[in-house]
T-cell receptor, first 116, second 115 residues
Framework: NAGVMQNPRHLVRRRGQEARLRCSPM?????VYWYRQLPEEGLKFMVY????????ESGMPKERFSAEFPKEGPSILRIQQVVRGDSAAYFC??????????????FGQGTRLTVV | AQTVTQSQPEMSVQEAETVTLSCTYD???????LFWYKQPPSRQMILVIR??????QNATENRFSVNFQKAAKSFSLKISDSQLGDAAMYFC????????????FGTGTRLQVFP
């Protein structure tokens, strides 16, 4: 049972380009969470998705950022017109949420985005 | 809104010794979960230990244990018999008990282990 897979591991974009980050949840998991980690900081929640639905996007910047989790395929975090301040590590976590007591979110290894 | 505070940016410990990492949190909820995650240089987030707020007994996982003080909203991590492989960033995290696995993280503590 493969873990949460994120790709690419490293992504370099020039200012103004688009960045697409992918997350394949663990098998059987239908809940995906995206977090951003700025240098020397903790992870900050961005968005929570279930298949085809955005459940909680309270941590998403209002502009340039979007996320989706289609019925088929990975979850995508999309950043349009990237700026230097978007440089960070972006983590995806997935969970099953079938058992409230033992549920746990499993993390991918993150995508490090560098904007030059 | 819930918040998590880690007031120790860096800590150091000698191999085989014991170290305690501090964490405090703020919430108006009575039922929730608390976690400690380890992040080594590989960036992988590794769950170290979890605590359910309704349980009075402190969680323990081998060399790792917590001191959960619900009234004080304190959740410290004790690492016994420290090993070189324990060197990493450690993050305290809070999760509400309602229908989400969304985590709120502290800013982390960098632990150095000296031989």
């Amino acid at each position: 049972n493969a873990g949460v897979m994120q790709n690419p591991r490293h992504l370099v974009r020039r200012r103004g380009q688009e960045a697409r980050l992918r997350c394949s949840p663990m098998k059987g998991h239908s809940h995906v969470y995206w977090y951003r980690q700025l240098p020397e900081e903790g992870l900050k929640f961005m968005v929570y998705l279930q298949k085809e639905n955005i459940i909680d996007e309270s941590g998403m910047p209002k502009e340039r950022f979007s996320a989706e989790f289609p019925k088929e395929g990975p979850s995508i975090l999309r950043i349009q017109q990237v700026v230097r301040g978007d440089s960070a590590a972006y983590f995806c976590a997935s969970s099953q949420l079938t058992d409230r007591v033992n549920t746990e979110a499993f993390f991918g290894q993150g995508t490090r985005l560098t904007v030059v | 809104a819930q918040t998590v505070t880690q007031s120790q940016p860096e800590m150091s410990v000698q191999e085989a010794e014991t170290v305690t990492l501090s964490c405090t949190y703020d919430t108006s909820e009575s039922d929730y979960y608390l976690f400690w995650y380890k992040q080594p240089p590989s960036r992988q987030m590794i769950l170290v230990i979890r605590q359910e707020a309704y349980k009075q007994q402190n969680a323990t996982e081998n060399r790792f244990s917590v001191n959960f003080q619900k009234a004080a909203k304190s959740f410290s991590l004790k690492i016994s018999d420290s090993q070189l492989g324990d060197a990493a960033m450690y993050f305290c995290a809070y999760r509400a008990s309602y229908n989400t696995d969304k985590l709120i993280f502290g800013t982390g503590t960098r632990l150095q282990v000296f031989p």
